[in-house]
């Protein structure tokens, strides 16, 4: 149902500055009778500044007109005809008005206003309240284009939200399919040669599964628990690679209650394990450091690699993943840095520093 509200009336600040420049009206009115002489200026502010305001009143019945007579698409003919219509009713309950408050007033203080003072103001009330209702009209106009230009940019922002919505639901839907097929090959390639580890590895999978299923839907996470996410899914990978498999974690104290995106560590330490220890026969070391600088919270995953390995299939999936996500989410408040080097790799997220919510 369209919202009927008079966009002034709705608002009482907006009513509140309306009514202010309608005193001015006033005022300024009030200044040019006494400049005539015709009367002391107290006098004919006594007079003037009722009748502003109540022009002013009756112009906010210019805004239900407005909305049926759009300056777009409306003929010039009908456009014109029905204002001066409008206008010459509006300006004739005004003047009527005027005329019975001098009338009032003459009777209850006759030192204000005499007949010869009050009909020598009807030119100047005729092209007053036309002026006034011409100005009433043209403002009607710019704030039902203000409201519409308003209208337009929420839905626009809107839309972008939505859509903004979609992709990080697109990506978190790759995301849990592209792990899950990566540790059943894992669970695979343990069950004949050792049924007893890839059974723990089976638990292992259902805990961290159960976690980010749990979490996955949350807008953001405190970083404590993204870390607990990547050390149950490293954990799962030390069943199959053993003592090749080695982990550090260097985290400052202060960022463990910060907010992440959930499952933004998980993808960078899948591929430093797949795409880098994977491939080394002596296996190594994956570090995730975390820590806070300049307003900034730094999360870093580094590993070695081998320089002669050969391309890994689906490499760059889980990066490329979570530079999307990263990008939908703050857009240039965060970056992610990765650095390439002959026999170390390593991938750094900048995101805005901010403490997770509870709950």
Partial sequence: MADTRHPITARRERLLLYLTV?????????????????????????????LAVL?????????????????????????????????FVLL??????????????????PQALDDDVVNGLTPLLLFSGAAGLLVAVLGHYMLVAFE???????????????????ELRSLREQLDPHFLFNSLNSVAALI????????????????????????GGKHSIALSEELSLAETFLAIEEVRFGERLRTRFDIAEDVLTLA???????PLVENAVHHGVAHLIEGGEVMVRARQREGLLELLVEN???????????????LQNVRSRI?????NRASVDVKAEERNFRVSILLPASQARAG
């Fill in 22 to 50: 309608w005193l001015g009206f006033g005022t300024l009115l009030a200044a040019v009778i006494a400049f005539r002489g015709e009367t002391a200026f107290g006098w004919a502010a006594v007079y003037a500044v009722p």
């Fill in 55 to 87: 022009l002013g009143l009756q112009s906010l019945s210019c805004w239900y007109l407005v909305q049926v007579l759009p300056a777009e698409g409306t003929p010039l003919a009908r456009l014109l005809g029905t204002w001066v219509g409008a206008g």
């Fill in 92 to 109: 004739a309950i005004w003047v009527a008005a005027a005329l019975g408050w001098a009338w009032l007033l003459r009777v209850s203080l």
């Fill in 148 to 166: 519409r230009s308003t209208q337009a940019e929420r839905r626009a922002l809107e839309l972008r939200v939505l859509a903004r919505e979609s």
């Fill in 192 to 215: 004949g040669t050792d049924a007893q580890a890839a059974r723990r590895m089976c638990f292992l999978m259902a805990g961290f599964f159960r976690k980010s299923l749990a979490l």
């Fill in 260 to 266: 992440v995106p959930p499952l933004v560590l998980q």
């Fill in 304 to 318: 070695p690699c081998d320089p002669e390995r050969p391309p890994s299939r689906g490499a760059g999936v889980g």
């Fill in 327 to 331: 990008n939908a989410l703050f857009g």
